[in-house]
């Protein structure tokens, strides 16, 4: 998978159907890190350090076991993991106390950014609708990420209760944009992330779109140890 680019600057025209974000390449050192990071397992207590934008949190603050997904809003693994496995997690271990999870964003284009601003912009004030527009983008992934991004995106949150104004003051918001590059950039660096999805379970580092199958047998040697 090609690394992404780091976002830097974005810019949205005023009517609704075309935007651009203004980028700049990874340096060929950031390349080179991006390339040969190692498979090797996180301190927990680092993982869960502050970002530069608050965690979207979902389950028990007490819970034994702490999954944190790095995910990309056009990347579909990660989607084929929302459809089929991420259900299951919810169900078996997130609403039973078992498992906390941390949903962080790691964009592997512009498009997936915007995306995220506009998830940021709706969770502002209740996480849940965070989630649930990541849910719903992750469902139309193909409608606003491979035909016509704009139109389908800008029905999407209008359906989340953007207006068109609002729609476009959100894609302007540097700081939710800069914050999640931050996220990103620190998750490359610090943590050897190098694809998406990647999962972190207790600091255990776990890529790929993986099965509830799968990832129950990391999760629940954890469960028997608390």
């Not at 078992?98 to 512009?110: A, H, M, Q, T």
């Not at 990541?134 to 990420?145: E, L, N, V, Y």
């Not at 003051?169 to 540097?174: D, E, K």
Request: glycine share 4%.
């Amino acid at each position: 998978m090609e690394p992404p680019v780091q976002i830097t600057r974005r810019e949205f025209s005023q009517g609704s159907t075309v935007f651009a974000l203004s980028v700049a390449l990874l340096s060929a050192s950031a390349r080179a890190q991006w390339a040969g990071a190692a498979e090797t397992n996180v301190d927990p207590a680092e993982l869960l350090k502050p970002e530069a934008l608050p965690d979207m949190v979902m389950g028990a603050d007490n819970a034994p076991v702490t999954v944190i997904e790095y995910a990309s809003m056009t990347c579909p693994h990660c989607a084929h993991f929302q459809e089929t496995t991420f259900p299951e997690l919810k169900k078996q271990y997130i609403d039973t106390g078992k498992v906390r999870y941390i949903f962080r964003e790691f964009p592997l284009d512009n498009l997936a950014a915007a995306a995220f601003m506009l998830a940021r912009c709706a969770g502002k004030d209740d996480k849940s609708k965070y989630f649930a527009m990541i849910d719903t983008m992750f469902k139309q992934q193909r409608q606003w990420a491979v035909e016509k991004p704009i139109p389908p995106m800008l029905a999407i949150a209008k359906q989340a209760g953007f207006t068109e104004e609002s729609f476009n003051a959100c894609l302007a918001n540097q700081p939710i944009l800069d914050g999640i590059e931050k996220i990103r950039t620190r998750a490359i660096k610090q943590f050897k992330v190098e694809s998406t999805p990647t999962f972190f379970i207790n600091g255990t580092k776990v890529p790929g779109a993986i099965s509830i199958e799968e990832m129950a047998k990391v999760i629940d040697p954890y469960l028997k140890k608390a």
